[in-house]
């Protein structure tokens, strides 16, 4: 039986975007490909709000990850990192050698803009990172207070923000931000299967790139944006053209449903969500920066989370364990992509029943 996937990441795809995969090849550097690369890109700078480049990257959301790590910081770079996920940019730059420095929050705490101002006040830095939507902590960041600061006061620090589990389900106008470097994945928020990353990338970012040396070569900025702008809408090496067909077909379908009809329906389904734990566990972190896409739920069913999630597999549904430090302690639901309000309910309902009944036999 087919569980359907309530993970935040991968989610579950629909039939007809898979239907897209399925597609005959066509050579790579033909003119077709080139208009396949370019209706993306187009599409998805409505989707992020920007006139920035686009940069496909046949790899997850972590391979543009690390690539913007070594591309964009020439001096030393700021991690901010509020979980999991947030950790992982530091370990990227101390693997890859960029000289970098991590600035923890809490688990379940976001950044704040004053810890931004703090630590650019120093003069150090001129490269950030961001984790927009922490998935391990269902924390979203207070994104637009820390551009804020950043703008008016450390203009030339290039700012690179993972918004891997939340572009297309929240609201992220990357230009009216004022991001570099934005990075997402297809198996979110975009509801594709796993295999390619995306990332918006400004035109001073990649200049300042440009100057900087040991940038690699397969997830070298310079050269992804080199490709798109002069060859045009090419690839270096040979893309997923089968996920670029879903995305393409996927992006006509998000902005038929519109970015804030999107948003919405994402708010509204965080809301539900949250209030079932409320009434039949607890929302784990601070609720006045929860994420619209995925809930972590502190674990206080008394119900250890590897049976619960086996008694929910035996109905067909995957929810997710704890991430990281919080394994054990919580559990997530992910509420993003196509996910109906309908699937929402159903779903919360028969957690409901499941958690009941495994209680009674305690
Ligand atoms: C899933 C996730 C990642 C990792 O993305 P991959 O596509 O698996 O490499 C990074 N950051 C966040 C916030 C995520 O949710």
Not at 124 to 137: A, F, G, L, V
Not at 217 to 242: A, N, R
Not at 253 to 274: D, P, S, T
Request: proline fraction near 4%; include cysteine; charge should be negative.
């Amino acid at each position: 039986m087919h569980k359907r996937l309530y993970i935040p990441g991968p989610v579950e795809v629909r039939q007809d975007v898979l239907d897209q995969m399925a597609k005959p090849m066509i050579g790579h550097r033909t003119k077709d490909a080139s208009a396949l690369q370019q209706g993306i890109s187009e599409k998805l700078q409505k989707v992020m709000g920007t006139k920035n480049t686009i940069v496909l990257s046949t790899s997850s959301g972590s391979g543009l990850m690390e690539g913007a790590v070594r591309c964009f910081t020439k001096n030393r770079c700021a991690v901010f990192s509020i979980g999991a996920f947030g950790k992982r940019w530091y370990k990227m730059c101390t693997a890859n050698g960029v000289p970098a420095d991590i600035f923890e929050s809490e688990l379940g705490q976001p950044t704040t803009s004053e810890m931004v101002d703090e630590v650019l006040s120093t003069g150090k830095y001129d490269c950030i990172t961001i984790t927009h939507n922490e998935t391990s902590t269902g924390v979203h960041n207070p994104i637009k207070a820390i551009m804020d600061v950043v703008k008016a006061k450390y203009p030339d620090v290039i700012t690179c923000v993972d918004t891997v589990s939340s572009m297309a389900g929240d609201y992220i106008p990357v230009d009216e931000l004022g991001l570099d470097v934005c990075i997402t994945s297809t198996q979110k928020c975009l509801g594709l299967p796993p295999g390619m990353a995306i990332a918006s990338v400004s035109d001073r970012a990649v200049e300042k790139a440009k100057t900087i040396e040991n940038r690699g070569l397969y997830f070298d900025y310079v050269e992804l944006v080199k490709f798109v702008k002069e060859k045009p809408f090419q690839y270096p090496s040979t893309p997923s053209l089968s996920h670029m067909y879903a995305l393409d077909y996927q992006l006509d379908r998000i902005l038929e449903e519109g970015i804030e009809n999107r948003y919405k329906r994402h708010c509204e389904m965080a809301e539900v969500v949250r209030d079932w734990a409320r009434k039949n566990c607890a929302v784990y972190s601070n609720p006045d920066h929860l994420s619209v896409t995925v809930t972590c739920i502190t674990n206080t069913t008394g119900i250890p989370f590897s049976e619960l999630n086996k008694a929910m597999g035996e109905k067909g549904y995957l929810i997710s364990n704890g991430y990281g430090d919080l394994k054990d302690k919580t559990f997530r639901i992910a509420h993003m992509a196509d996910t109906t309000m309908d699937e929402i309910k159903t779903l919360l309902k028969d957690l409901e029943e499941t958690i009941a009944e495994l209680q009674s036999k305690q």
